[in-house]
């Protein structure tokens, strides 16, 4: 069986990359060469894109509960009956598999 990686652990990798790589900046910040300060400057720049992507997905994560919680209080009952129907095939597929 695979193994899922939780949203936790995901965030968790990523600050520690995110603070890896400012420890690397910050370590190289007197080589004056140009292929450090190059690779420097990419590593800048990779990290705002990183910054914005994650700050992306985390506003869609958001908006897609909004969302969802919104037309849960919307419809209740539908609401009901389809996580009733989903637990029943998930139910089903894993005795299936024993």
Do not use: C
């Not at 965030?11 to 420890?23: F, M, P, T, Y």
């Not at 209080?73 to 989903?86: K, T």
């Amino acid at each position: 069986m695979k193994e899922t990686i939780g949203t936790a652990k995901v965030a968790e990798s990523a600050r520690n990359l995110v603070d890896d790589a400012r420890e690397l900046l910050a370590a190289t910040a007197d080589v004056a060469e140009g292929k450090v300060i190059e690779a420097r400057r990419r590593l800048a720049a990779t990290m705002e894109k990183g910054k914005d992507a994650w700050q992306a997905v985390q506003k869609s994560a958001a908006s897609g509960a909004k969302a969802t919680d919104q037309a849960i209080r919307e419809h209740p009952y539908h609401s009901i009956g389809i996580a009733f129907a989903v637990g029943l095939i998930v139910g089903l597929l894993a005795r299936r598999r024993e």
